[in-house]
């Protein structure tokens, strides 16, 4: 099976290298603009009644990847699909992010952690009745954050 994968815009973030990026949205406060390529616009009827939207892109800068890594949080190592590492079987990111406001084909979006010129790959609407688990456990994870 093969799956093919189209870019619908491009992340303009203050971040040009990897050092300069946060490890994680959540920590960051920086604003960026998202560019949605022109025969998607269309696609962003009613999304400035959201206040946070989910990013999906594509780790552009990432160069392989191990079933098995060292997590920034954490000196033992862990599974990749237990972590958040960019190096990843298939580098997709994932970042929930404030919307400020939309113009035209551009979004600006407040708590961005990708590098500038990163591909997107969708948008989806963040939904606090569906996206937030109650009781949700946060693994390995427990007392570090």
């Given at each position: ?9 491009l ?51 990432s ?8 997590p ?12 958040r590492?960019?190096?990843?079987p ?28 990163t ?9 606090p ?17």
């Amino acid at each position: 099976m093969e799956i093919k994968l189209k870019p619908i815009g491009l992340i303009h973030s203050p971040y040009k290298t990897k050092q300069e990026m946060p490890i994680q949205a959540y920590a960051s406060k920086e604003v960026a603009e998202i560019e949605v390529f022109k025969e998607y616009v269309d696609g962003l009827k009613d999304i400035e009644g959201f206040s946070h939207i989910i990013l999906l892109y594509w780790f552009h800068k990432s160069k392989g990847y191990s079933l098995h890594v060292k997590p920034f949080l954490d000196k033992n190592f862990r599974g990749i699909f237990a972590c958040r590492h960019p190096n990843r079987p298939n580098p997709i990111g994932v970042s929930t992010v404030k919307l400020l406001e939309r113009r035209g084909n551009i979004l600006r979006v407040e708590g961005i952690d990708a590098l500038d010129g990163t591909p997107l790959i969708d948008i989806k609407p963040y939904v606090p009745k569906f996206d937030e688990r109650k009781g949700a456990k946060a693994g390995w994870l427990e007392g570090k954050l």
